[in-house]
């Protein structure tokens, strides 16, 4: 049996000089980071390699299928549009408002072609919402799907920096062409097969894109991403399926018997895991995205079945209930070589459910944040089978560092394996700040090192495990109780669809542990056999005093981030309905476990 090779030594075969995934070190905005030598220099470069895809599929959504070279010419068109119909120049922001469609991407490659910065605005805000990140950004132009340009239409008049909303008629309604609203189509125009993009210049550290922070915890601010950091992330995702090739055989999204990668394209653009992780990607790679008009499990497996998909994930919400759907059975699913995720903590317990569910796929969990461009830590493979409760090791150009509580200094001391504190990160896919927010920024950015929220533990390997949110983390009477760990233990059991663990106030000992839970269909279970699970997995603290059994999903953002504030304040303010552990035929919030406090 040949000895597998170890990570060392493949970070060594890859980034050796010569290699594709050489380092260098360069100074950004007065810090000194490593950097991917071989790196596009922009979003720009990624577009133009695109062209050499042809005539494969690049889009599919319902009925419509795009090229690599269609798509090319539009984008191409369009970036002309902007600049010369309405007038929009290097550095002027272009916001995107609408759910995930062909015209998203089109928009998106012709406002990174004029030099412009792309605004992902979030297709769920409100017409309020929506004018904040407007005026925020200071967007001067605005493309819009019918229902976000609905929306739009009673604030447009309050944002005078907007030249105009670009709308895309995706109901087939009709566009009035009045108040500086123009028809996608009118704006597009004759596409000529040999178009090409301006002849823009667009520095690395020219910003990109600017992606508004989910806003759990207060308004959305807006991280500057630049272009190196956008291609930063590339080169992460890349090299992280390089390394797995060199050790293990097999890399995360290798196509095996499929003419094209394939990629089931279902979480938002708007947010950095859809955009960063999955759209520029997939374009570098000449990857097939199978766009959803919306996430629906029997039909995500149907489209699994018909292109032959060779990828899909997300986040793991939505790979739990494709795992949950009963067409699984039913479906040919044998194209999947991989099942990728991030953006929210997953159960252990999910890598040996996709193991067994796809024979030919592979597990693959990720961490990253809005201000890290999408990937810092990545874990696959045989690594994720031995390490389901991390998320990885940090690709080589970024530094983590675990930083203990009170810690007020700009670089973070040296913490022995297995400490547990503030996650820190610096390197080249850090954004540069919020926008219009040098305060905000400040605070969340010392030195080039990001200090995430997030409360981590390293290993003696590298290995990165997230053990809390920091403003998650529940203090029982003076012992740290992480909530994903509780969650772990209560995911295990096999009853348990969903869960949150919350804080619940104790007139004694400050917080109580809580936990909302959401069984399977047909399952039952008890309050107390749910707390003598988790007693049997962790220290006594950690148990769950008080449970609420919810008979829909857990509410969560478009990103797949569970509201936990949104889930407390209504469990404990109106959600203490009924005192049965289970009802027979419970409401959304009304069965409180009993409480055993």
Known sequence: MTEQMTYADAVARLTAPGQLFEMEEQEIRGVTVRTWKAAPPSLRTVLDLSLGYGNADYIVYEDRRVSYDRHYREAATLAHRLRDELGVVAGDRVAIAMRNLPEW???????????AVAVPLNAWWTGGELAYGLADSGAVVAFADTERARRLASVAGTLPALRATVVVDDEGAGVAGTGGTRAYEEVLGEVAGDAVPPDVAIDPDDDATIFYTSGTTGRPKGAVGTHRNACTNLMNLFFAQSASQLRFGVGPGDQGDAPQRCYLLNVPLFHATGCHAVLVTNTAAG?????????????????????????????????????????????????????????????????????????????????????????????????????PDSVGRAVPVADVAVVPEGFTGEDPPAAPPGTTGELWIKGPHVVRGYWNKPDDTRRAITNGWLHTGDVARIDEEGFITIVDRAKDMVIRGGENVYSVEVEDALFSHPAVAECAVIGVPHPVLGEEVGAVVVLRPGQRVS????????????????????????????????????????????VLEGGEGATADWGGDPSAWDVPGPDRS
Not at 544 to 566: E, H, Q
């Open 287 to 387: 990857s097939k995205l199978v766009l959803m008009h919306h996430f629906d499990p029997e039909q995500a497996l149907e489209l699994i079945e018909r292109e032959r998909v060779t990828v899909f994930g997300g986040v793991p919400t939505v790979v739990m209930r494709i795992l949950d759907s009963p067409d699984l059975q039913r479906r040919d699913v044998s194209s999947v070589r991989s099942v990728s995720y991030g953006g929210a903590p997953a159960p252990p317990d999910l890598v040996r459910r996709i193991n067994e569910a796809f024979s030919t796929g592979q597990a693959g969990n990720g961490y990253g944040l809005t201000e890290t461009s999408a990937a810092t830590a990545l874990n696959g493979a045989e690594d994720y089978v031995q390490r």
């Open 527 to 570: 309050a107390d056999e749910l707390a003598d699970h988790v007693r049997a997995r962790l220290a006594a603290f950690n148990v769950p005093t008080r449970f609420w059994f919810r008979s829909t999903p857990l509410p969560r953002n478009p990103a797949g981030k569970l509201l936990k504030r949104a889930l407390r304040s209504h």
């Open 105 to 115: 991407i089109v928009a998106f490659w012709a406002t990174i072609a004029t030099g």
